[in-house]
Every structure is written in C-alpha cells, then in structure tokens.
C-alpha cells in the first residue's frame, strides 16, 4: 500500500498553470493527490511537472469570475474522478490604483475571481466532502487579507472577504471531518508580483533587484519573498491528520510583515 497521506484523493487548485497554485499543486501531487488544474495560459509544461509526481493531472479552463463556468469544472472534476476531497481557491489578480479612480470592471473582476469564485466553488464542493465525512478547503488568501495596503481597495476587500468566507465555512463544518482554512502569504516572487516590481523599476528607474529591494524593504522585515514551496509544504500539512483540528485559521508566511 501506498505510504503517500494523500494517494487516493483528488485536488482541485484553482489558478494552477502558474506561481502559487502550481507551487501548491505538485506539493500535494507529491502526496500522491491526483490534481485538477485550471487557470490559463501554457497548460502542458505545468501539467508535465505534476504528472513526473506519479499522480493524474487533468486541466479544466473555466474562467472562475464566471459562475457557470465553475459549476462545469466542478462536474468536470466528478466526471474525472468522481468528486474532489481537496480544494484550493487560488486564482487571483491585481490592479492598483487609488479608490477614486479604481476603474469599475477592474473592481468588480478582482470581487469575482478573488472572492465569489470561492464561494461557488466551496458550495459545490461541501455536499459530497460532507457525505464522506472528510474534507480540506483551503483559502489563498494573503497578508492583505489582514492588513491592508494604499492603492489595493478590491484586493483588500476580496482578501479580507475570504477570510470571513473561511471562518463561516469552518464554523458551519466543525463538528464534520471537513475543515477549511486560510493561507495568508506576503510577497511571493510570480508574475502577478514581477509585474509590480516592473511597474516599480519603471516608475523610480530602478535595476529589477533595486525595485525588489524597494519592495521588500517597505513590508517584509525578513527581506524574503515566501516561495510557491513553503507555502505547498504549509497546505500539505493542513491537508494532513494532524491537521484534523485545525479550523477556521489565517495563517500568514509572510516575513513577519502583520507582526509590525
Ligand atoms: P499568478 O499570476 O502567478 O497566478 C494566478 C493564476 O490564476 C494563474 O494560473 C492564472 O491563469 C489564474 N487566473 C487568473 N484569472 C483567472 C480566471 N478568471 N479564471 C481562472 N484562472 C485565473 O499569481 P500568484 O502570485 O501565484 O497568485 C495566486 C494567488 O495567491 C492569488 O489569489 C493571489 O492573490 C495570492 N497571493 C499572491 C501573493 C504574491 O506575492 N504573489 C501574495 C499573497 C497572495
């Protein structure tokens, strides 16, 4: 028999062709969950690196500011496997820009992909995670879902609306084998954060690692980005036994930037 803690179940990660969702799919693909991905741009090179874990990896590409969409993915997923044990709400933007010129369908896309699309997951996935008595939401939240930052309005707001998401969802759950938590990272070097190092080093004409430094240095006193591989190793254990009684948290990796 397998010795892997998760050979036999099934992950969903939302946002999984790239930085944090795919850092946290192979970790548990490496536990020996099969994985459905979803998220766009190139698909084979991710899909390749969860499959070289011995696990099954199949791809889905709703686009999850979209209901329907999602309730085809989760559908999907059953079709495939029969129903998912583990989800990761993962997919997100950003914009940044001051509340009074905020554009509106930018506001209202990061409410969508950052926040509902959890919803709608989470309330597709519950029934049958409820009727096997066993279950692992985990929330991508972010540091931001604690603190907030200027120029990050609808990110603040979806961030901190996720967290209260997974508080509800721990609390109507926890006298079940279903548990849901949050993840809060700081900076982590993706693209969705290569582009406001970018946008840094143009605004200031900085070198990239100027920029980084810049960027770090105003709120990550360990002066390190958290990597997709810590925080796959953080959601493998929350996936864990003894993880069982772990309910309803926020837990940043984040530098110690929400202990200023
Ligand atoms: P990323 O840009 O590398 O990846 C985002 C993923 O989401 C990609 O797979 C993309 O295709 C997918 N995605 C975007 N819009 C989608 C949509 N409408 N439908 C389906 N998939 C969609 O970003 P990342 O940095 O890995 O971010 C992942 C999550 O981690 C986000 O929720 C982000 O807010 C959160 N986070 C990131 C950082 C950081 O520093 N990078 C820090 C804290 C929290």
New binding site residues.
Partial sequence: MSQLQLAGKTALV?????????GIAIALAKEGANIVM????DVAKPKAEIEACKVKAVHHA????KAQ?IEEMMEFAKAQFGGIDILVN?????HVAAVEDFPVDKWD?II???LS?AFHTTRLALPSMQKKNWGRIIN?????GLVASVQKSA?VAA?HGIVGLTKVTALENAATGVTCNAI??????????QAQVDAKAKLLNLSNQEAIKQLLGEKEPSMQ??T?EELGALAVFMCSKAADNVRGVAWNMDGGWAAQ
Avoid: M, R
């Fill in positions: 939302t946002g999984s062709t790239s930085g944090i969702g795919l979803n998220g766009f741009g709703a686009d999850v500011s969409d993962n997919a997100g933007i950003q896309a969508a992909i950052n699309s991508i939240a972010s540091v931001h990110y961030k809060c990272p700081g900076w982590v070097l993706t693209p969705l954060v980005f958290t997709p």
